[in-house]
């Protein structure tokens, strides 16, 4: 059951920025904010990570302001959060290691040599970096875009970053390995 309500809510959450695009296109505007905050307290409830708690938090947040206030906009804020969240997430994995990203390395290689563990600390930084970027980005889309733009750029393109971002260490780290090996 547990990893049923995860799937609901983790789904729920991707394709988010498509579900507010469409319910504000239909009027659907209270049912948006009403999922929203649901799917943080799935979250909630499910007992997961502790460190994803404050993306939890921001969902019931942005959907509790926006039934008080009638607010629209708190419903597209809600991926502005998530980057800033993450960001904080991420940050916090450099002053407790490990960073972030050697967490995730070490899922494929438990083993992580030394010179890994600097370029996983290195590399969460440069995701810090991203979640700055994509959160001014998704921000901008919230105030100077129109809706479809927004949910375009929040549901599809930042998705698309992320992807190239996590590829694209995951061949620059095979490729410094490669050469750590060869000059032993």
Known sequence: MKHLLRGIVITGLVL??????????????????????????LRLFSKGNTLLWPLTGFAILCGGLSLILKDQNWLKLYPVFMSIGSCMIFASTLLRPPSMIERFARLAEPDLPPEGVVWTKKVTVV???????????????????????????????SYMFMGSLLLGEYVLRKRQQRLHQQQE
């Open 127 to 157: 995701w810090c970096g991203f979640f700055i970027l994509n959160a001014a980005i998704a921000l901008y889309t919230v105030y100077f875009a129109p809706t479809r733009i927004w949910a375009l750029y929040n549901g599809f393109i």
């Open 16 to 41: 988010y920025p498509f579900l507010v695009g469409y319910g504000l296109a239909q009027g659907y505007f209270a049912w948006i904010s009403i999922l929203l905050i649901v799917l943080g307290a």
